[in-house]
DNA sequence: TCCGCGTAATCGTTTAAGCGGTTGTTCGTT
DNA sequence: AACGAACAACCGCTTAAACGATTACGCGGA
């Protein structure tokens, strides 16, 4: 039960599920990647990947310099039933909105070469 | 998106989720089962079963001196998608446990005519 | 009607947990 | 060595939980 309770809690803050939101439509992100869409500090961004990490709703993988985190497909059938739940009854504006700032990020990335701007 | 943060605030709390479960195999229940079946105290019952009821996730109704809390039939979709999902995967010797006691206070509570034990 | 009783909700205080920002540290690349 | 990316530690602030005690609510009997 205590699990159960931890993972919910690992859903409870706005700014994880937006984040897992945005793992549910692209395979993968890194740090600089959510920091950039959805405007946060890189010390928020990170902080917040490493709880859903711990979570074990993500999982991370190093490519060179960069982190990657991914949604942990061994996660219980439960924890994914309920995240798709989740992500399918969101609204489709908010995805959409999602899905743009992410895709405009991406042009960005792909001109400086780097996260830093 | 806030919506769902506090959905899942609402289950992040071990004792929220043992009444939840309770309440997926009685079809209602009132402050003072809870408080004998799970061995609280009555300001603690009380209280967590008002979060769930300001959630949405509880509907309640008071019959003379009972007030019967239960789960919210016009939960959205997703929610009671969301509860099934959890209710479905906890363990079984953890419903089996908690439906025995249910039945005991139960016996208790027929012989008693009264709350107050 | 008034009072007592059982039930439930709330209040006030203390204690614990979570979140955010800043800053410093680690790791790897160049 | 210098730099960028990510993580960890510290601090202050806000929030929430536990707890006991008190208050409110309905009902029945004197």
Known sequence: MKRFA????????????????????????????????????QSKASRHLRYLLN?????DERKNVWV??????ELDSSGIEILKAFYN???????????QKL??????KENIGTCDI
Chains 1, 2 share one sequence.
């Open 103 to 108: 895709n405009e990020w991406k042009k960005v």
């Open 55 to 59: 979570s074990g709703i993500l999982t």
């Open 6 to 41: 931890q993972f919910f809690k690992a859903l409870s803050d706005e700014t994880r599920l937006q984040v897992i939101a945005l793992l549910m439509m692209e395979p993968e992100l890194c740090v600089c990647d959510i920091e950039n869409v959805l405007k946060l500090t």
């Open 68 to 73: 990657y985190y991914r949604i942990n497909e």
């Open 89 to 99: 009854s969101i609204d489709k504006k908010l995805t959409e909105e999602l899905g």
